[in-house]
Each structure stands twice: as structure tokens, then as C-alpha cells.
């Protein structure tokens, strides 16, 4: 009897605790506020990329053309659209190597003007791209495979997914030439572009439904040999302190069970607690997915639904300030994982992927040098012109002096 009512009582206050915790949550999710902080290293990392990512806006728009070749005014008048502040002879100036100037006619009767090309650089360039995503396809089919598997019906739009494959490192063409090779992971149903296509996911890997947390806690595992519980990298940054409410908020947040971002959560309501560990797992998730491990917020908005986010799913990054962190910088929300980055530099850069980016920085790079050594030579050439007619001048007025002293 004694058993029976202490099991009663002690049952009680398990429920009256699970109460408490749940009002706490609950009731204070949507009141507790984390200032922002501006983190600099972070800012600045987005801005490292700034000069080359414009480059890439300017090359995909001429190789978007057909022929791949388009007159020099065309795309001057583009400049609007591709956030492009300076004219493009200028351009064209300031990253050399990028295209070939030519002399063509729009039309039969026409002038010749000015047309651009991709220089033999930029197409070596891009044959190298296509070698790196050829090697890597099964790493962009478990990307994909992943994605559909963290949605609500295992499906999402190919129109979404074609708009970030740049945040993803999927190649340009991966829908029409990559999909249709792997009809055992996933399937294409309609034509992408007609705003009616989906991806699905047909079968997986048991591997691809393991997210990177929980793959870290098995490394520790089997490294310590003692069972290590998924968790999150918590370091808030230099000076930033917690109000006490919001301290303790995260505190039993985080002795909360990781919810896999793979798990089925069909059964969790929209405002638990539960469901907000879910969702900072599934952003957690994306942001180590994404090339550079940061993703601009309007994108990830565009997922909303096949992710079952909040609507006000943006304070996460603000009220995790420890995993994440909220640049604004470029006037554009940008959601970046803290753990990802060390100061302004990624922390692992041996993504394949990234050597894209490195072999286009390398090619602007090598522009860029080669228009130093060739103004440098100009220079050098003008230079040399002053000295030798200051020298004939000199030359010519000592011997007007003599031809004086003669006469």
C-alpha cells in the first residue's frame, strides 16, 4: 500500500514537473528577447566572398545566353539586376581573364559592337567544375536524398531546390542531367520550370538519415568508449552574457532529448518545446549541408512548409545565439552556424565542393596579376619614354650652349 501510494505521489510530481517545465517553455518562448549582436568576424566572412560571388552573377548571366556570347551594351544595361555598381567596360577591367571582346553584328546590316565571350581560361575553368561535380555525384545525391527526407511527404518542389542549388554546391544542370541517373534514390515527377514539378525521394540509404550531430556523437563514442548523447555546440560568442530568465530557459532546453531533423514528428505540436528543439536540428542540419554554412533567411523561408517551420522561425537564430548567428550584413538576412567558423574562415574546407569556389578565385586571382604585371610594364615603358626625352632635351641644350659659346 505503501508502494502504491508513493508510486502515486511520486507519479504526481512527475507530472506536476512536466507541467511546470512545459508552462515555462511555453508561456515564455515567444516573450524571452536576445539582443542582437553584431559578431564582426562573422560579417566579415560574407564580405570576403562579396568580389567573387559578383563575378559569378556576371559569368552565369553571359553563359545563360545562347551561344554564350552577348554584346557588350546588352549586359551593361543588366547591371540593375545582378546588384552590378559599375559599368561593365569597367568590370571588365577590374577582373581580366574572364571574357574575350570581339567585333560582331546583331544584326546582318548592323555596325559591329563590342561582343563578349568566355576567354579559354574561363572555359578550362568550367570544365574543371564539370570534372569535380562528375567525381562527387554521390555526394549531391545524399544532399538531396536528405533533403527530401527531413520534409513533411518526402517531396518537395524542383523549382525550390533549383533555386539554392548555389547554397547546396549542386551544379547547374543537376535536375535534367543528374536526377534521371539515380531513379533508385529519387524520381522527377513534370518538367522543371512549369511551377508543377516535384523531387521525390523513391528509397535511401540508412546512412543519409543520420544527421551530423548524431554522427558526431557516435565519433565520440567510439573514440572514449562510453555512450555520448547528441548535442549541440553551444559557444556564445566573446562578451556576450544571458539574462538570468533566458539562462535558465536554455539551460533546460538543452537537457531536452536531440531530435533527429529525420525523425518522424507527426505527433509533435506545433509550440512545444519539443517541436523548437526539432526545428534547431533541422536548421542545424541545412546550414552543415550548405557550402559555406550559411544560408540567406528568405531561402530558408521558401521551405517553411516542407520543413513544418514556425511562422516566426527567424528568432531562432537570434534566441540560439550560441549555434547560430544573424548577419545582416548586405541588407539580407543571413543565418550562419557559429561551430562552422573560426573567426572569418571556415573551419573545414576539405568540401570538394569548395574547390569550385578556389579554382574560380584562382582564375580572377590570376586575371588580376596579369593586369598588375601588364600596367606595371606599361608603366615601366612611359617611364623609360620621359627619361630618354628628358635625355635627348638635355643633350640638345648642351649643345645650344656650345653652338652659343662658339659663335
Known amino acids: 500500500m505503501f508502494f502504491s501510494s508513493h508510486f502515486i505521489v511520486s507519479s504526481n510530481l512527475i507530472q506536476i514537473s512536466r507541467v511546470k517545465l512545459w508552462f515555462r ?39 545563360n545566353e545562347p551561344g554564350q556570347t552577348i554584346p557588350l551594351h546588352y549586359l551593361d544595361k543588366r547591371r540593375e539586376r545582378m546588384c552590378l555598381n559599375i559599368r561593365i ?9 574572364l571574357f574575350d571582346t570581339y567585333l560582331n553584328r546583331i544584326r546582318p546590316k548592323s555596325e559591329p559592337v563590342p561582343f563578349l565571350r568566355p576567354s579559354e581560361k574561363l572555359l578550362h575553368f568550367l570544365e574543371e567544375e564539370k570534372r569535380i561535380n562528375l567525381e562527387n555525384e554521390p555526394l549531391i545525391v545524399e544532399k538531396l536524398c536528405k533533403l527530401l ?14 533555386h539554392v542549388k548555389r547554397e547546396f554546391g549542386f551544379p ?29 525521394l523513391v528509397s535511401w540509404e540508412p546512412e543519409f538519415a543520420k544527421s551530423v550531430i548524431e554522427k558526431r556523437a557516435d565519433e565520440e563514442s567510439r573514440s572514449i568508449g562510453i555512450k555520448v548523447r547528441p548535442s549541440f555546440d553551444v559557444k ?18 538543452m537537457e531536452l532529448p536531440y531530435i533527429s531533423p529525420y525523425e518522424d514528428i507527426s505527433s509533435l505540436e506545433q509550440s ?26 528568405p531561402i530558408l523561408g521558401k521551405f517553411s512548409v516542407d520543413f513544418r ?7 531562432v537564430f537570434t534566441r540560439h545565439s550560441g549555434i547560430f548567428y544573424l548577419s545582416l550584413k548586405g541588407g539580407i538576412e543571413t543565418a550562419m552556424l557559429r561551430e562552422a567558423y573560426n573567426g572569418d574562415e571556415l573551419v573545414d574546407k576539405d568540401d570538394p565542393f569548395l574547390r569550385i569556389k578556389d579554382k574560380f578565385v584562382e582564375l580572377l586571382a590570376v586575371g588580376q596579376r596579369e593586369r598588375d604585371e601588364r600596367l606595371k610594364l606599361e608603366k615601366e615603358i612611359v617611364r623609360e619614354d620621359i627619361e630618354s626625352m628628358a635625355m635627348m632635351n638635355k643633350s640638345e641644350f648642351h649643345r645650344g650652349d656650345v653652338k652659343d659659346l662658339d659663335e
Open 25 to 63: 517553455f511555453n508561456s515564455s518562448v515567444s516573450s524571452l528577447k536576445v539582443t542582437w549582436r553584431k559578431d564582426v568576424k562573422l560579417d566579415q566572412a560574407i564580405q570576403n566572398d562579396k568580389k567573387w560571388r559578383l563575378c559569378a552573377k556576371v559569368v552565369k548571366e553571359v553563359l
Open 89 to 97: 567596360q569597367t568590370f571588365l577591367d577590374s577582373y581580366p581573364g
Open 149 to 162: 527526407l527531413m520534409s513533411k511527404n518526402k517531396v518537395i518542389s524542383a523549382d525550390k531546390l533549383v
Open 172 to 200: 547547374n544542370d543537376f535536375m535534367v542531367n543528374l536526377v534521371p541517373k539515380y531513379p533508385n534514390y529519387i524520381r522527377l515527377v513534370g518538367s522543371p520550370g512549369e511551377g508543377k514539378s516535384f523531387l521525390e
Open 236 to 253: 556564445l560568442p566573446q562578451g556576450f552574457f544571458l539574462k538570468k530568465e533566458m539562462r535558465e530557459w536554455t539551460r533546460d532546453w
Open 272 to 297: 512545444s518545446p519539443e517541436m523548437e528543439k526539432r526545428m534547431v536540428g533541422v536548421f542545424h542540419e541545412l546550414l552543415s549541408m550548405s557550402l559555406y554554412k550559411r544560408v540567406p533567411v
Open 309 to 315: 517551420f514556425s511562422n516566426a522561425f527567424s528568432s
